[in-house]
């Protein structure tokens, strides 16, 4: 067969080749075939050199010709054959911007914080400023400092959690150095006196432990706003009005309140508040215990010992302070039943809030 002859078989298959390639790898193949080192094409132009010269410009011409034509096809449909995988690609990978996004769960505020920003809110409202101390106090702070006998009752390991102390003795229960989870944040009051002069306008929120039993009421680990007023003429009709205005800011104007005589070693005269019971509306109920009243806080004047320990003049200042329990304040806002609910981290219920 003469060489021509076998260029133009060449020249009738390779359209043909070339388009029957499905992809990139498959037109390589075909490209090795037809013009690699031994392709078919490769070796009709080797065999030019053995023509006589009188063939060899005319099959040198279609050889070449063929050559540059099957490089334009192969070069065409490879760029055919990359564009259909690149839309073949962006296809699978394609985004819908259109979904709706997966929305990533939001927390809320524990009904606890809430309360107490919003007691701090309506103190701050009036000129108070916010106070910390330490949930793990000394016995100076926590009983010595404000009042507590060497035999009050509070002092017990029935009624205190006591911490270790470091030296690896025992407690005794009536040592200043030895350190205890507060009992309340009113250590924060004597803290407070030693480290600021008069006047003084403080709000000390914090949790604070007992050794209670949980109970409808009781929680051993719970929440207390201590507040504090030291300055020159405060008496016991600026407590009254204080808390008379918090109250009413805090519960509204349709509950009750009462101030009651009481007890406690760190003020006097001291008193307790009671707000009338918003589940029973007075009329009595578990939870007020059948009184229709919810103590919600103590206070009282600052009695001169503490001023005494804490380093305040009290032939030129007198004060008062309040204690409250934020969970206590919870229960009452919302006609919470039973605030174990409150610690129990249902989030069913926690997210009411
Ligand atoms: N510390 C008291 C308590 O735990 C509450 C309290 C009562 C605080 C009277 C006060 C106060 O500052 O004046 O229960």
New binding site residues.
């Given amino acids: 067969m003469s060489l021509l002859t076998q260029i133009e078989q060449l020249q009738s298959t390779v359209q043909e080749k070339i388009d029957a390639a499905a992809d990139v790898a498959e037109l390589e193949a075909v490209r090795v075939e037809l013009l690699g080192r031994k392709g078919s094409l490769t070796t009709l132009l080797r065999e030019l050199g053995t023509l006589d010269p009188a063939q060899r410009a005319a099959c040198g011409k279609a050889a070449n010709e063929l050559r540059q034509r099957t490089e334009d096809v192969l070069a065409q449909r490879q760029e055919q054959l990359q564009a259909a995988a690149l839309d073949q690609r962006l296809a699978q990978g394609r985004l819908d911007i259109t979904l709706p996004g997966r929305a990533a769960p939001l927390g809320v505020q524990h009904l606890i914080n809430r309360i107490r920003d919003q007691v701090i809110d309506i103190f701050i409202g009036i000129g108070y400023q916010v106070a910390e101390g330490p949930e793990a106090e000394l016995d100076f702070y926590n009983f010595t400092a404000l009042n507590h006998d060497v035999q009050h009752p509070a002092r017990s390991a029935s009624d205190t959690f006591y911490l270790f102390d470091p030296s690896g003795e025992e407690h005794t229960g009536f040592e200043p150095s030895e350190v205890v989870l507060r009992?309340?944040t009113?250590p924060v009051?004597v803290r407070t006196m030693l480290q600021q002069k008069p006047p003084i306008y403080v709000l000390a929120p914090g949790k604070v432990y007992r050794r209670d039993a949980a109970d409808p009421t009781h929680l051993p680990q719970f929440t207390?706003m201590?507040g504090l007023v030291v300055d020159r003429d405060i008496t016991f009709a600026d407590l009254r009005g204080t808390m008379d205005y918090f109250c009413k800011e805090m519960f509204g104007k349709d509950r009750k309140t009462r101030f009651r005589p009481h007890y406690?070693p760190?003020?006097e005269p001291?008193a307790e508040v009671d707000v009338s019971c918003g589940i029973c509306d007075g009329s009595g109920c578990r939870f007020c215990g059948n009184t229709g009243w919810i103590e919600i806080l103590?206070?009282?004047m600052v009695d001169p010992e503490v001023f005494r320990h804490s380093q305040v003049d009290s032939d030129s200042y007198t004060g008062f302070?309040?204690?409250m329990g934020i969970d206590r304040i919870a229960a009452l806002r919302y006609d919470i039943p039973d605030i174990r609910i409150l610690v129990e981290g249902d989030m069913r219920f926690l997210r009411q809030f």
């Fill in positions: 009992t309340h009113s009051q207390q201590e406690f760190f003020t001291s103590g206070c009282g302070a309040f204690g």
